[in-house]
């Protein structure tokens, strides 16, 4: 992205409950790009470094009604899923629970199980990361399986398998 002075930018926030950010570009340090300096909407003034997928919208040289650009659904909507990796050791054994927080009704969750063997050395964290990949790998699977079933009841179609990409 590039902008220059009297640009408009609109970013939106990092996380879910953070809001949307909108400004006017008053330096920028190079031709080529960033850092920008930004006097924001509420009076401060910035140096930022936008990072992909953050800048929303950049508006030359007119004004704008940031009430209008933040209402705009085709400037996209962002929320926020989180996975919680719960891990359970016992001796050799270790057990990895994961669960999808997100906005849907249901939760999904998934489980993986590690164990070290009698001649293995004993490093707790490679456990860790065996059980917790099995773990997420169902939950992936769990994840695409709930929207082949969301694809047929919404389109009536049978046998839905997405593609992996």
Do not use: C, K, N
């Not at 009604?65 to 209402?71: G, I, Q, R, T």
């Not at 999904?108 to 456990?127: E, K």
């Amino acid at each position: 992205m590039r902008a220059r002075p009297g640009d408009h930018i609109v970013l939106a926030g990092e996380q879910v409950d953070q809001p949307v950010r909108s400004g006017v570009v008053v330096a920028a340090s190079t031709e080529d790009g960033p850092p920008y300096t930004v006097r924001w909407d509420d009076g401060r003034t910035s140096t930022i470094y936008p990072g992909p997928g953050s800048v929303l919208r950049v508006e030359e040289g007119h004004e704008h009604d940031h009430e209008a650009v933040v209402a705009r659904p085709e400037l996209g909507t962002m929320r926020q899923w989180s996975v919680r990796v719960t891990l359970f050791e016992q001796g050799d054994d270790t057990t990895a629970t994961v669960a999808l927080l997100a906005d849907a009704p249901e939760a999904l969750t998934a489980r993986g199980t590690s164990h070290r063997s009698a001649g293995d050395a004993a490093s707790p964290h490679i456990g860790d990361e065996v059980a917790v990949a099995r773990a997420l790998r169902r939950l992936a699977d769990r994840l695409v399986a709930s929207a082949e079933a969301d694809i047929e009841r919404a389109t009536g179609e049978h046998d839905v398998q997405l593609r992996a990409r």
